[in-house]
């Protein structure tokens, strides 16, 4: 049997502690406890702004407690009010059984599925118990323990009533909080489950949870939430200019997760060294000591950006990332360049100026006076490439090329492209199509 630890206390030190019940610290230190996160399936992948919520789950199983990661197949198709604008859209069972078992595949990554110990991780998802019932059985053995008066009160119900939104809110909506306690009581009385944890923005609806548990099982729910998480120059956490970092490399590659974190604020990496990863107390402290002796160093983004790496992706990611980074900012090989993917290479010289030739161009040899000015228009003139070449500044693919050389098949990378740079940092990427 697994040692229970203090998960509050490590949870408070750490920063992700925004509400909590009274009580609930002294329940979850008498016993291997339960609980349970929901998580929105409306995609096939989580993206880091979901990194609070399985750190929640994941600190609990380290604690020596069982999570359960709930995947909201119904409440999913409803759409949940807090925080939100508008109606989100409605996914058939198909697409949500999909995205179910990718969500499934991406928390293995923080959590225990298939050890076999008491206190391993369950998935579940609420379709299954609330798709048999029927709406008049759900106001009957439900929505009859809550008065509206109750629901109405919740900051997630009077914020869309009484803010911009001129449609105010369905009905559908507004029984949203019914379903996710309801979710609760099921949990509480099929799985033992005690305690429900989520972001900030959920305690209106946590709470009806253990309102219903009260009410309806004569039992006893107990509610934690962290807090929301933001950037200091308050733009949003968990978006970059492409939008969602996702925790899908399909969708957001390795290298660009690893900037992500890299490019940190200092007063961002402190916090965010605590919530995103698992290194203790004392190596923190000393990191952030180090830190601030010499912050142009970065110890804080660097081992923050290796440690969510690896965790969410691999070893070999993070090396790939570390791998591609040198490419721009430091000493790197044509070898370098030729192990980097398609799609990492884009990734590497976003905003880098591009110019397409076509491969009869490459085929027949393409002079490097050509590929430099007149066919791309990199160097302003055949004479400003010539001076280049003369004074040994031009590369081909990270290597040094003279006045003579030609562009072939044999230097495209990936099949496609071609570097070229004049200098240390000026780069332009010959497009071969």
């Avoid at 099982?217 to 308050?234: E, N, R, W």
């Amino acid at each position: 049997m697994m040692k229970i630890s203090n998960f509050i206390e490590e949870l408070q030190w750490r920063g992700m502690v925004h509400d909590v019940m009274p009580e609930t610290e002294t329940h979850l230190m008498e016993a291997m406890r339960s609980a349970y996160v929901g998580f929105d399936p409306t995609a096939d992948s989580l993206h880091i702004g979901h990194l609070v919520p399985i750190m929640l789950l994941s600190h609990f199983q380290k604690a020596g407690h069982k999570p359960f990661a709930l995947v909201g197949g119904a409440t999913g198709m409803i759409g949940d009010p807090s925080g939100k604008s508008n109606e989100r859209n409605l996914l058939d069972e198909k697409t949500l059984r999909h995205n179910q078992e990718c969500v499934r595949v991406q928390l293995s990554q923080f959590l225990d599925f298939a050890s076999g110990e008491d206190n391993e991780a369950v998935m579940v998802n609420n379709y299954d118990w609330m798709k048999e019932f029927s709406f008049l059985e759900f106001i009957r053995d439900v929505g009859k323990h809550l008065t509206v008066n109750y629901m109405m009160a919740k900051d997630s119900v009077k914020s869309r009533l009484t803010g911009e939104n001129v449609d105010g809110m369905s009905f559908t909506e507004f029984t949203y909080q019914l379903v996710q306690g309801y979710d609760f009581l099921h949990l509480f009385k099929n799985n033992d489950c005690t305690l429900q944890m989520g972001g900030s923005d959920q305690w209106g609806n946590i709470t009806t949870g253990t309102e219903l548990i009260r009410r309806v099982a004569g039992g006893k729910g107990y509610a934690l939430t962290c807090p929301l998480i933001t950037k200091s120059d308050g733009t949003k956490f968990g978006k970059s200019e492409g939008g969602n970092v996702w925790l899908d490399p399909q969708r957001t590659s390795p290298y660009k997760f690893y900037q992500y974190w890299l490019n940190t604020s200092d007063e961002d990496a402190e916090k965010y060294i605590k919530i995103f990863t698992f290194i203790d107390r004392s190596t923190i402290e000393a990191l952030v000591a180090e830190h601030k002796e010499a912050p142009h160093l970065r110890a804080l983004q660097k081992r923050l950006a290796q440690e969510v790496t690896i965790t969410v992706h691999s070893e070999a990611a993070y090396d790939n990332a570390i791998a591609a980074s040198e490419i721009l900012f430091g000493k790197s090989t044509s070898q370098d360049l030729k192990n980097l993917d398609a799609e990492t290479f884009l990734d590497v010289f976003e905003g880098v100026p591009q110019a397409e030739v076509t491969m009869a161009d490459v085929e027949g040899g393409l002079d490097i006076i050509g590929a430099l000015a007149e066919k791309t228009g990199f160097l302003k003139s055949n004479g400003e490439a010539r001076r280049a070449l003369k004074e040994n500044s031009i590369s081909v693919n990270k290597e040094k090329v003279k006045d003579d050389y030609k562009i072939t098949k044999a230097d495209l990378l990936n099949n496609q492209f071609v570097l070229l740079q004049r200098g240390k940092r000026n780069y332009f990427v010959l497009l071969v199509k």
